[in-house]
């Protein structure tokens, strides 16, 4: 998180033109209308798709309807373009769309005999939908459907493309039959309130439905589903089908979930504050554990370290950087904050932190191997501070898994960057909603970003109280409870690229957001009494500046109402 261990995070806002397409009464849609490309889900392997430079196949995971998906990796001067020639009636309006993941992706159509189209859209770690459409010409009788990435980019996948509009004679994929049940249905995880579920897919379904106790309860596209809202120490009955426009299946064999005892939760004060331990030497202040500053109620050791394994984590303490620290004063160092109260996590990300949880069996070691090291060291817990996207499905089980062996001490933090919170659609934000019966905060990082939308929708620049008050407000009004929520803030103008301000500003954007005192412009049309608090990049820049950032904020924090 300073601007020797943390990128900073790149990203250009698109501009993208609406096409004004002129429907005629042939395009209108008709119960004739079809969907007229062909394996369009890639069920059968690229049969009727082309993809330049052999960049395409099919794959398991990602889907998000059936069993195969099409990944396409571009590579060198090749933007991994797949085609597929659909047959089409003349004068006629067809409707284009396909559901597309990954890095950025294109969809369009060439060869109309009038406007050729396309949509894209940039890198996006959940499935998402481009639409568009065209109208052919006189004389047109086929066209070239395309998909293509970008250069340099990472592969792309696309599932369920449509060119929906009249029949063109061309022939369609078979229309489909009821699915089977889904099988491997298991409980992947457990809180008070909530059950996880995991099942395999089925081939040829596009959802499945969930049931507890022989009664509906909630509908998903992908394998895994959590149902909350339970009562705690209850043994639940679960059931899953698969549909598609044919039907539905008949339910699954059934699993029995028990929920865990209600939680005491993790031993914090109702305000805290949370400071990042740097694993290394950049000419911050170097420190052992026992170093930090006793105003530090959660401690991030930072950072875990990716492995070979998918998704699996290690942690290697950088004794020579830090002056022969050793392992074994490390621990020990770890059970004394633990015994003045404090928690100490271990967090995975960071500049280096390129670990991946975009599938089950990543997800999978990805949880085991931090419990492992929480048994290793004695943390108590995980910080997730990934900065290339996260897979929210994939990444909520994961630390449902986790929760489940570690138990309801367990601490769980994020650090999203500001682009990552602007939505609930993002996957920073979804996991975070996802989790939210197991989540201890999420503190956003309010530096090293551009200009960002406010709650109330305008744009703030870094640096003031209102970028702190007006974004921290998406959060609180997007569903997060205010104990949830923390600032994220660098503890001196070494400690960031950008974005410091003074401890100063800091009380006051608190103050703004517990109390309606001390706002600038902004101003909350309600109050946070229960915030939690603030964090900061770090501990050891901290000290560097005689630890001026937590005697300042640390007694704010900890005197908030």
Same mark, same amino acid.
């Given at each position: 998180?300073?601007?020797? =261990?943390?990128?900073?995070?790149?990203?250009?806002?698109?501009?993208?033109?609406?096409?004004?397409?002129?429907?005629?009464?042939?395009?209108?849609?008709?119960?004739?209308?079809?969907?007229?490309?062909?394996?369009?889900?890639?069920?059968?392997?690229?049969?009727?798709?082309?993809?330049?430079? &052999?960049?395409?196949?099919?794959?398991?995971?990602?889907?998000?309807?059936?069993?195969?998906?099409?990944?396409?990796?571009p590579a060198g001067q090749d933007n991994a373009r797949c085609t597929q020639t659909v047959a089409v009636k003349p004068n006629s309006t067809?409707?284009?769309?396909?559901?597309?993941?990954?890095?950025? #992706?294109?969809?369009?159509?060439?060869?109309?005999?009038?406007?050729?189209?396309?949509?894209?859209?940039?890198?996006?770690?959940?499935?998402?939908?481009?639409?568009?459409?065209?109208?052919?010409?006189?004389?047109?009788?086929?066209?070239?459907?395309?998909?293509?990435?970008?250069?340099?980019?990472?592969?792309?996948?696309?599932?369920?493309?449509?060119?929906?509009?009249?029949?063109?004679?061309?022939?369609?994929? !078979?229309?489909?039959?009821?699915?089977?049940?889904?099988?491997?249905?298991?409980?992947? &995880?457990?809180?008070?309130?909530?059950?996880?579920?995991?099942?395999?897919?089925?081939?040829?379904?596009?959802?499945?439905?969930?049931?507890?106790?022989?009664?509906?309860?909630?509908?998903?596209?992908?394998?895994?589903?959590?149902?909350?809202?339970?009562?705690?120490?209850?043994?639940?009955?679960?059931?899953?089908?698969?549909?598609?426009?044919?039907?539905?299946?008949?339910? #699954?064999?059934?699993?029995?979930? $028990?929920?865990?005892? =209600? !939680?005491?939760?993790?031993?914090? !004060?109702? /305000?805290?504050?949370?400071?990042?331990?740097?694993?290394?030497?950049?000419?911050?202040?170097?420190?052992?554990?026992?170093?930090?500053?006793?105003?530090?109620?959660?401690?991030?050791?930072?950072?875990?370290?990716?492995?070979? =394994?998918?998704?699996?984590?290690?942690?290697?303490?950088?004794?020579?950087?830090?002056?022969?620290?050793?392992?074994?004063?490390?621990?020990?160092?770890?059970?004394?904050?633990?015994?003045?109260?404090?928690?100490?996590?271990?967090?995975?990300?960071?500049?280096?932190?390129?670990?991946?949880?975009?599938?089950? =069996?990543?997800?999978?070691?990805?949880?085991?191997?931090?419990?492992?090291?929480?048994?290793?060291?004695?943390?108590?817990?995980?910080?997730?501070?990934?900065?290339? &996207?996260?897979?929210?499905?994939?990444?909520?089980?994961?630390? $449902?898994?986790?929760? #489940?062996?570690?138990?309801?001490?367990?601490?769980?933090?994020?650090?999203?960057?500001?682009?990552?919170?602007?939505?609930?659609?993002?996957?920073?934000?979804?996991?975070?909603?996802?989790?939210?019966?197991?989540?201890?905060?999420?503190?956003?990082?309010?530096?090293?970003?551009?200009?960002?939308?406010?709650?109330?929708?305008?744009?703030?620049?870094?640096?003031?109280?209102?970028?702190?008050?007006?974004?921290?407000?998406?959060?609180?009004?997007?569903?997060?409870?205010?104990?949830?929520?923390?600032?994220?803030?660098?503890?001196?103008?070494?400690?960031?690229?950008?974005?410091?301000?003074?401890?100063?500003?800091?009380?006051?954007?608190?103050?703004?957001?517990?109390?309606?005192?001390?706002?600038?412009?902004?101003?909350?049309? $309600?109050?946070?009494?229960?915030?939690?608090?603030?964090?900061?990049?770090?501990?050891?820049?901290?000290?560097?500046?005689?630890?001026?950032?937590?005697?300042?904020?640390? !007694?704010?924090? /900890?005197?908030?109402?």
């Open positions: 998180m300073s601007p020797q =261990t943390r990128s900073i995070r790149l990203w250009a806002g698109a501009v993208t033109a609406a096409l004004a397409l002129s429907l005629t009464s042939a395009g209108q849609a008709s119960a004739a209308d079809v969907n007229n490309a062909k394996n369009a889900g890639f069920e059968s392997g690229l049969a009727n798709w082309a993809c330049s430079a &052999g960049s395409g196949a099919t794959v398991s995971s990602p889907v998000r309807t059936g069993s195969t998906a099409l990944k396409a990796t067809y409707a284009l769309s396909a559901w597309v993941q990954g890095g950025y #992706s294109y969809l369009g159509v060439t060869g109309t005999g009038t406007t050729d189209v396309s949509t894209w859209t940039p890198d996006s770690t959940s499935w998402k939908q481009l639409t568009t459409s065209f109208t052919t010409g006189a004389s047109t009788t086929s066209v070239t459907v395309y998909t293509h990435g970008w250069y340099g980019q990472a592969a792309y996948y696309v599932d369920d493309l449509s060119v929906f509009g009249p029949d063109g004679g061309g022939g369609t994929d !078979p229309a489909p039959t009821i699915p089977g049940a889904p099988a491997g249905l298991s409980v992947s &995880g457990t809180s008070s309130t909530s059950v996880s579920l995991a099942w395999s897919a089925v081939s040829g379904a596009t959802g499945y439905s969930v049931y507890r106790d022989g009664a509906k309860v909630t509908a998903v596209t992908g394998t895994s589903a959590t149902v909350t809202g339970l009562t705690a120490s209850t043994s639940y009955s679960f059931q899953v089908t698969a549909t598609n426009a044919a039907g539905e299946s008949v339910k #699954s064999t059934a699993v029995t979930g $028990r929920t865990t005892a =209600t !939680p005491t939760g993790p031993a914090l !004060p109702k /305000h805290a504050v949370t400071g990042y331990w740097q694993n290394f030497n950049n000419g911050a202040t170097v420190q052992k554990l026992s170093d930090v500053q006793s105003q530090y109620d959660i401690i991030a050791v930072a950072f875990a370290d990716a492995t070979s =394994t998918p998704g699996a984590v290690t942690f290697n303490l950088d004794s020579a950087g830090l002056g022969g620290y050793t392992v074994d004063q490390f621990k020990a160092d770890i059970t004394a904050k633990k015994a003045a109260g404090k928690k100490v996590i271990i967090s995975v990300g960071g500049q280096n932190g390129t670990v991946s949880i975009n599938d089950s =069996t990543s997800a999978t070691n990805f949880a085991n191997s931090v419990y492992s090291l929480m048994q290793t060291y004695g943390f108590d817990g995980v910080d997730i501070d990934l900065e290339n &996207g996260i897979n929210a499905t994939y990444m909520s089980q994961s630390l $449902r898994s986790l929760s #489940s062996k570690a138990g309801s001490s367990l601490v769980i933090t994020m650090a999203p960057q500001t682009i990552d919170m602007q939505s609930t659609s993002n996957g920073y934000f979804q996991t975070a909603l996802n989790i939210k019966d197991i989540l201890t905060v999420v503190n956003m990082q309010y530096y090293n970003s551009g200009s960002m939308l406010g709650c109330d929708g305008k744009v703030y620049s870094q640096g003031s109280v209102d970028f702190l008050t007006a974004l921290a407000c998406i959060q609180l009004e997007g569903g997060l409870a205010p104990s949830q929520v923390g600032l994220g803030l660098p503890a001196s103008t070494s400690g960031a690229g950008s974005g410091y301000v003074s401890p100063s500003v800091v009380n006051n954007a608190l103050d703004c957001l517990t109390k309606g005192t001390g706002c600038g412009s902004f101003k909350p049309s $309600r109050t946070y009494p229960d915030l939690r608090g603030a964090m900061t990049w770090s501990t050891n820049w901290d000290a560097a500046a005689g630890n001026a950032w937590s005697n300042a904020v640390g !007694p704010h924090v /900890h005197g908030l109402p």
